[in-house]
């Protein structure tokens, strides 16, 4: 529903054209090779495929989309990773409609839009983990064993308490449980 509300108030606009919805990451993968638009619109949170992944994918490949994050997660560490995934925006759902419009008209013609109150808290405190131990990191604070984890990334269990221990002592955090928690709250996983 809100994926179709989204698209029905950007052709209202005149000068954009929807080109297609996607309802996950892999999804609007696929339609981003396929129809190559000038701009992709895209959460953050959604199935088979982050936002993040999708616009490191984007690039990647060496496509001419540029990529807008559009999401509720108001959090610097989301920001700086999106930017460094290749996003050339990130504006948050509850700005109004005619402010998405804009950007989307400023990213096609070579800018940047940000939202302005993340960008300055962006610059605050870095994101101190690794891609490895952000990996490692989300999986155990889906409550999943070092096994798991180790079998997944196919890594030895001691490399998985390794990557954990070094997340843990990065973040301040008293245990794994913690250390996940931790990241999640200022967008680092």
């Given at each position: ?26 999804a609007a993968l696929q339609a981003v090779v396929e129809l190559q638009p000038d701009v992709l619109v895209t ?18 490949r060496g496509l001419p989309t540029r990529v807008i994050i559009l999401t509720t997660f108001a959090r610097s ?40 109150a993340l960008a300055a808290e962006a610059w605050g405190e870095p994101d101190p983990l690794t891609d490895r ?57």
């Amino acid at each position: 529903m809100v994926l179709g509300a989204l698209a029905a108030l950007l052709e209202l606009q005149g000068d954009i054209d929807v080109a297609a919805q996607a309802p996950d990451g892999e999804a609007a993968l696929q339609a981003v090779v396929e129809l190559q638009p000038d701009v992709l619109v895209t959460d953050i949170e959604m199935p088979r495929m982050t936002g993040l992944e999708l616009a490191a994918a984007v690039r990647e490949r060496g496509l001419p989309t540029r990529v807008i994050i559009l999401t509720t997660f108001a959090r610097s560490g989301y920001l700086r990773r999106a930017l460094d995934a290749g996003a050339s925006g990130y504006l948050l759902k509850d700005a109004p409609a005619s402010e998405l419009a804009d950007a989307i008209r400023r990213v096609h013609a070579g800018g940047r839009a940000i939202d302005p109150a993340l960008a300055a808290e962006a610059w605050g405190e870095p994101d101190p983990l690794t891609d490895r131990e952000r990996q490692v990191l989300r999986l155990a604070g889906q409550g999943r064993s070092g096994a798991d984890i180790a079998a997944e990334l196919r890594l030895s269990e001691g490399t998985v308490r390794n990557y954990l221990s070094e997340a843990i002592s990065k973040l301040g955090a008293a245990n794994r449980v913690d250390a996940a928690r931790i990241a999640r709250e200022r967008g680092w996983l």
